[in-house]
């Protein structure tokens, strides 16, 4: 099977921020994402942070990367935040990180709102890093029915791991009509398809890292990455994969020959597209379309802010799977009509500088 085929061009999936004098987003930008969003999963939204507020938004979430004391993420390679090549932290519920959250919410609203009402959970507020090393995740879908948002606060390079959709994946009523009637069997397909290249591709990096003289990766992380039985849907895992206890990504010779057969469908409808949003790039996707974050192979961190609202009701335990709440969320819970009503203020840069 051959190498991941990935377009780095996302020209087609991006809107340019356009503020009103009351400072959300035009309406006709508004509908220029919500086209994007229900006809690809994904809208890239550029500029929509000034230079200062992006600048604020690193600060913040360098401070809490430097806290001993964080909260971690609970998904998205446990192994990879065991050995330090990701940090998924929730960030805490203080006024500074939900002023910044209610910043994205307000000056989105006229898009966010034709998917969440106000009543509508907000699941976390959160920080995505990924170092050198960190594996590439599989292709997969989080918990449906949830509005995601990524917001670039540093410049990201592909080679830093900007996030790989595959567009038209998105779940909603009546899709597995879409694709000649059959996009569960052919979405399940491509999501194989990649993945088995993903796994080569998690294997050789790995292996690459363990004999360069130029990193670290020592030989209990390489074991505890290639042969662990550890839960852990996104690293190369070779046990959980040959027992079948990979959810996200399971592979028969059956499924080999299915590839085959259908590779000529498979090109004809899906592609792998990767961004690489610049600074004040604000990436909003649907939770149900197939997404992956790939690895950083620069010694220069990949920082997201993240945050993720309810787009219906969500039970609980699915949502625990694919989202982490800080502990300060969980006890002050926030809707989306509260981050409406919030006063925001970007705070002082200083503030993280002097207390960093
Ligand atoms: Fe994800």
Redesign the pocket.
């Known amino acids: 099977m051959k190498k991941l085929d990935i377009s780095h061009d996302t020209s087609e999936f991006e809107v340019a921020a356009q503020l009103t004098d009351d400072g959300n987003i035009s309406q006709s930008c508004a509908i220029d994402i919500i086209h994007l969003l229900d006809t690809q999963g994904f809208a890239v939204i550029t500029g929509l942070l000034t230079e200062g507020e992006a600048n604020h938004g690193l600060s913040m979430v360098r401070h809490y990367l430097e806290d001993p004391e964080r909260q971690k993420g609970e998904f998205?390679s446990q192994t990879d935040m065991l050995y330090g090549r990701r940090d998924f932290c929730p960030l805490p519920s203080n006024p500074d990180v939900l002023s910044y959250a209610a910043t994205f919410a307000q000056r989105l609203q006229p898009a966010i709102s034709e998917y969440c009402g106000t009543t509508r959970k907000v699941l976390e507020i959160s920080t995505m890093t990924s170092y050198r090393g960190a594996s590439h995740q599989y292709i997969?879908r989080?918990p449906d029915g949830v509005l995601c948002l990524f917001a670039a606060v540093d410049d990201i390079s592909p080679e830093q791991g900007g996030t790989v959709f595959v567009p038209g994946t998105h779940k909603y009523s009546g899709a597995d009509m879409m694709f000649d009637g059959q996009a569960d069997f052919l979405t399940r397909l491509y999501q194989a398809k990649c993945n088995y290249s993903i796994l080569k591709h998690n294997l050789k990096t790995l292996w690459g890292l363990y004999k360069s003289n130029a990193f670290t990766l020592n030989r209990r992380e390489l074991l505890d990455r290639v042969f662990s039985t550890r839960y852990d849907n996104h690293q190369p895992n070779l046990f959980r994969f040959v027992l079948g206890k990979n959810s996200v990504f399971s592979f028969s010779p059956r499924t080999l020959l299915q590839i085959k057969k259908h590779r000529q469908t498979l090109a004809k409808y899906f592609r792998l597209v990767q961004t690489a949003p610049p600074k004040g790039t604000v990436i909003l996707y649907r939770s149900d379309m197939l997404?992956a974050?790939p690895d950083n192979h620069t010694d220069n961190p990949r920082y997201f802010f993240g945050m993720s609202i309810a787009r219906d009701v969500v039970f609980e335990e699915q949502w625990r799977e694919g989202y982490s709440s800080h502990e300060s969320l969980l006890e002050n819970p926030q809707n989306y009509g509260d981050l409406l009503k919030y006063q925001t203020e970007t705070g002082n840069t200083a503030d993280y500088a002097k207390a960093g």
């Open positions: 998205a997969h989080d997404h974050g």
